[in-house]
């Protein structure tokens, strides 16, 4: 009875502290919180695309010019021009056109207006102009030029690069059939221009060379001048700019058809000379007025007489 009661005692001593050890783990609830994320609004941009012209004016002026030579009759004022210019370019900016016209008249004092020679011109210009943003920049252009007596049709080129740049002109004249006149190829060309702080420096050709079979005993008229050319500006004060412009002959020689007969526009080193001067007043941000003279005298070598010659120009221009 006494080990019974032991082994009872026992069960119930094992049975208690397994009870105490059980651990009962109650349900635990999580709050689940919904967080709504608004999607952004997404505004409908439209975009409306307007044609743009294929041209834009990009400016538009008027001047007039007097042309006087030595030698003219008494009253003869000289020949006397009015003309109109247009600037033209493409939306992109890389093609630019010209558009120029004028009529010119003979003023004297004596007998007034008189139909002047060569009395009207209309002329055309285009240029595509490439590297726009580069250092190295170039164009390359056209020119057509109809008048009265002949017309005249150009290649062109210029460029720019650091401190050089030039330009070149090609051209062929037809004299639209005047008698006794030939056709002509012509070309104008500073190959290299240089300039030194506000001074521009550089060296000019022209040359001329008829076109066609030539008579018998006769030779190509032909012509070949030198020159040097500078540019700089005089002064800038306020509204007010002025630049002028230098020009001194180095050697001019022509050879006429005849070989025996004499060429009386030739010149030697310093026999040409030509003083420019050019002033603007920019009255406002697109419209500015301008005037320019200059003087050329040339002692010819033939017969070593002088010929003087002046230009006066006045005129505006009006920026889009």
Wanted: glycine fraction near 8%; aromatic fraction near 14%; avoid cysteine.
């Amino acid at each position: 009875m006494k080990k019974l009661a032991l082994l009872l005692g026992s069960l119930l001593v094992v049975g208690a502290t397994a009870h105490a050890k059980e651990v009962v783990v109650a349900p635990v609830e999580v709050s689940k919180e919904v967080v709504v994320v608004a999607e952004p609004v997404v505004e409908e941009v439209v975009i409306v695309e307007k044609d743009e012209p294929a041209f834009r004016v990009t400016k538009f002026g008027m001047w007039t010019e007097n042309d006087n030579t030595a030698g003219h009759a008494d009253g003869d004022i000289g020949l006397t021009y009015l003309a109109s210019d247009i600037g033209l370019a493409s939306a992109s900016g890389n093609w630019t056109y010209g558009v120029q016209a004028y009529k010119a008249w003979t003023l004297d004092s004596d007998e007034g207006v008189l139909d002047g020679e060569d009395n009207e011109r209309f002329q055309l210009d285009a240029w595509r102009h490439f590297n726009r943003e580069e250092d190295f920049k170039y164009s390359l252009g056209t020119r057509a030029r109809l008048q009265n007596n002949y017309d005249r049709y150009y290649l062109r080129g210029k460029y720019s690069y650091a401190f050089v740049s030039g330009w070149v002109d090609l051209m062929y004249q037809s004299n639209n059939g005047t008698s006794g006149s030939r056709d002509q190829q012509k070309v104008e060309v500073m190959p290299l221009n240089m300039s030194f702080g506000p001074l521009t420096l550089g060296y000019f050709f022209f040359g001329e060379r008829s076109t066609g079979e030539n008579p018998s005993g006769e030779r190509t008229p032909e012509t070949l001048e030198h020159q040097l050319r500078a540019y700089f500006p005089l002064y800038s004060v306020g509204k007010f700019s002025s630049d002028v412009e230098l020009r001194l002959g180095l050697k001019k020689d022509n050879k006429a058809g005849n070989k025996t007969s004499k060429t009386e526009s030739d010149y030697d080193f310093g026999d040409l000379q030509r003083y420019a001067l050019a002033t603007k007043y920019a009255y406002s941000e697109r419209l500015t007025l301008s005037a320019s003279y200059l003087y050329e005298i040339v002692k010819y070598s033939t017969d070593k007489r002088d010929d003087y010659y002046g230009e006066f120009v006045a005129g505006w221009d009006y920026k889009f």
